[in-house]
T-cell receptor
Framework: DTAVSQTPKYLVTQMGNDKSIKCEQNLGHDTMYWYKQDSKKFLKIMFSYNNKELIINETVPNRFSPKSPDKAHLNLHINSLELGDSAVYFC???????????FGNGTRLTVT | GNSVTQMEGPVTLSEEAFLTINCTYTATGYPSLFWYVQYPGEGLQLLLKATKADDKGSNKGFEATYRKETTSFHLEKGSVQVSDSAVYFCASNTGNQFYFGTGTSLTVIP
């Protein structure tokens, strides 16, 4: 069974559209994250939720809105997509304490 | 503040060569340290970890030792293979706040 799964794997859309990426983890972890990876492989934290509560909200345009219906799910909705939003978005989860992050396989978003 | 610095790539090695990728960290408190590997087109996978000073993490022939005195966690492998070609990320964790290095791309040629 996949531990952290995100859908879709690929997302191609036009500027100005609204899209969502879904993420689910079956590890029983309390904390979930969204990361953005640019073309140079640099990883940037976007959001972090702990038990459905937002705990990290980095400087991200408010066009990006995370939603956590329960602690196993953290979805990312993006409004009015821009060319610069093209990247690979990774969902991840972790347990409290010293535990490592577990990543999904990523969603490659291409905005044309 | 907390941060992780790792050597810039890209790194190109011949098969069976020795690999070192340097990683240093700054942290308040005592972080856990990790190396992640990202193969082309895939997500990041945990390669190894160490949670306290002098711990050695190891996996698939890779090793890294948590050195508190030099705030380092260098990744080493004695003999790389073509299948080790990937991007390697050093990371720290303090209180569920993760900090990643910029990644080091490794290409191993036959």
């Amino acid at each position: 069974d996949t531990a952290v799964s995100q859908t879709p794997k690929y997302l191609v859309t036009q500027m100005g559209n609204d899209k969502s990426i879904k993420c689910e983890q079956n590890l029983g972890h309390d904390t979930m994250y969204w990361y953005k990876q640019d073309s140079k492989k640099f990883l940037k934290i976007m959001f972090s939720y702990n038990n459905k509560e937002l705990i990290i909200n980095e400087t991200v345009p408010n066009r990006f809105s995370p939603k956590s219906p329960d602690k196993a799910h953290l979805n990312l909705h993006i409004n009015s997509l821009e060319l610069g939003d093209s990247a690979v978005y990774f969902c991840a989860s972790s347990r409290q304490g010293d535990s490592p992050l577990h990543f999904g396989n990523g969603t490659r978003l291409t905005v044309t | 503040g907390n941060s992780v610095t790792q050597m810039e790539g890209p790194v190109t090695l011949s098969e069976e060569a020795f690999l070192t990728i340097n990683c240093t960290y700054t942290a308040t408190g005592y972080p856990s340290l990790f190396w992640y590997v990202q193969y082309p087109g895939e997500g990041l996978q945990l390669l190894l970890k160490a949670t306290k000073a002098d711990d050695k993490g190891s996996n698939k022939g890779f090793e890294a030792t948590y050195r508190k005195e030099t705030t380092s966690f260098h990744l080493e492998k004695g003999s790389v293979q073509v299948s080790d070609s990937a991007v390697y990320f050093c990371a720290s964790n303090t209180g569920n706040q993760f900090y990643f290095g910029t990644g080091t791309s490794l290409t191993v040629i036959p």
